[in-house]
């Protein structure tokens, strides 16, 4: 699954249902990170993707490392934290019902064994990704987007840094920022750092978004994880929307809609650009686009 910080689900169950997945994730800590002590309701299964941690339970402690899984059952007293210099990264599963219990006794785990090292960690990870990927997709994550053709926003006086798109049948397909786009002198549109020619027609975000109330907390998750992860004494380091928006696409988790556009983007990016600007505008006045003022 894509690098990110974490990404979970949880549903309500009853007791009448016989198997209900409670909840489903992934994440990756941060140093020292602990969950507990406390109590859960439903089971619960750990996998460790990579780094340490311990796992606390019925009074005991178990180094935890990459490949193992972890295993709670409901009600018992449980705390697991994040080792300092290698903190973990899991997935996890949650799950109860009436037969939940007949489930847990199938497992390879024990009260006095409640860690268990798994021959086949990628697989258990597959497993674990198919289950949240099956959750499907809900209203609050459906989004839309404006898309501008990419030579309708680039500056002959330098580089641009756009949001270069894959779109299918109406839809953003991936998204990627692009730091260093720049517009040659006989036309053409390169990617400077890569060396890579960009197709003038090429769909492009100007961060032009409509979404729902619930971006929120993962735009809170993502700059947290920035911060933390790839700001640090980097203070020319920027996060970029269209990353976090890139990465949902590719988790499964949002759908995009993309609304064409048509027009021709001008700004002032360089200071060469301020006459050309100053044209437009007055361009948009004189054809009544524009109000004789604007306040």
């Not at 180094?63 to 994040?82: H, W």
């Not at 641009?160 to 839809?171: E, F, K, L, N, T």
């Not at 700001?231 to 990465?247: H, I, S, T, Y």
């Not at 100053?278 to 306040?295: C, D, I, M, N, W």
């Amino acid at each position: 699954m894509p690098d990110v910080y974490k990404q979970s689900f949880k549903q309500n169950y009853t007791n009448n249902i016989e198997l209900s997945i409670f909840n489903c994730g992934l994440e990756r800590c941060a140093p020292g990170q602990t969950w507990g002590p406390g109590i859960r309701d439903h089971y619960l299964i750990h996998l460790v993707v990579s780094g340490k941690g311990i796992f606390e339970v019925g009074g005991r402690t178990w180094e935890v490392s990459g490949g193992d899984l972890f295993f709670a059952r409901p009600s018992q007293l449980i705390r697991y934290t994040a080792d300092e210099q290698q903190p973990w990264e899991y997935s996890w599963v949650g799950f109860n019902g009436a037969c939940a219990h007949k489930l847990a006794a199938q497992l390879p785990f024990t009260d006095d064994a409640p860690v268990h090292h798994t021959s086949d960690p990628d697989g258990m990870r597959a497993a674990l990704t198919n289950i949240y990927s099956s959750r499907g997709l809900q209203p609050q994550d459906e989004a839309t987007m404006v898309g501008y053709l990419l030579k309708n926003t680039v500056t002959k006086y330098g580089t641009v840094s756009r949001g270069v798109c894959r779109a299918q049948d109406g839809y953003l397909a991936d998204i990627h920022e692009t730091l260093k786009i720049q517009l040659r002198e006989d036309g053409t549109i390169f990617d400077e750092d890569s060396g890579a020619l960009l197709e003038p027609d090429t769909v492009v975000s100007m961060n032009f978004w409509g979404f729902m109330p619930s971006i929120f907390d993962e735009l809170a998750r993502y700059f947290e994880t920035f911060l933390r992860r790839d700001a640090r004494e980097n203070v020319k380091a920027e996060c970029l929307l269209p990353n976090m928006v890139g990465a949902l696409l590719r988790e499964g988790r949002l759908s995009v809609s993309v609304l064409q556009s048509k027009d021709r983007w001008f700004g002032m990016t360089y200071h060469e650009d301020r006459a050309r600007v100053a044209s437009e505008l007055q361009t948009l006045h004189e054809a009544g686009v524009y109000p004789e003022k604007l306040r």
